[in-house]
């Protein structure tokens, strides 16, 4: 039996009061030049290839990010422009996603020892990260009663949802993980 991915979902949001660039907007350069990543990925991310993480090579990430890439198509959601990016994740996680808002770019993180992960649990890993996708809306809802909940009933109504949602994913992984269309793609990238 797989056992629960440790993961911690994390959302990367412009700034809240006025209507500032968001922080990725703020740093030029492109891909490849040692930024996080190109400026307004949106618009480019065509082609563009993976910022290198000093933790993983380039390959590494290209081959995360593009099993990452097809197995959003395979589920539904092509839209989205998924980046390994360079800093990795917090110690207690395999992997992390971000979502840039309204652009649809997940911005993934893999552990320090990424490379020593059996790599099934790297395609389980990979694949739990690519469902949160699928939910990265319900955050908004959440935040949507920031003004009529107080603060501490929000917290709880915000943490709550969080562990079902992980539930959720992890459920679905196990499903998902073995679907042909995911081995497949699983076996072009890392074999």
Known sequence: MNKPIRTRRTDVRPPRR???ASPLDEQPGTAGEGFRCPRRLGLFDQGVPQVGAKHLSDKDADRAAAFMAEVASVLGLPQWSIRVMEK???KDAQATVGVIHGRYVAEVRLSRGWTHVHPDEQRNTLVHEVLHLFHHRIDDVVLAAESAVPKKALRRLH???NVELEYMVDLLTT???DMPA?????HRHYS
């Open 88 to 90: 990795p994740c917090e």
């Open 18 to 20: 006025g209507w500032g």
């Open 175 to 177: 499903v998902v993980q």
């Open 182 to 186: 995911v081995r497949s793609a699983w």
């Open 159 to 161: 943490d709550g949802l």
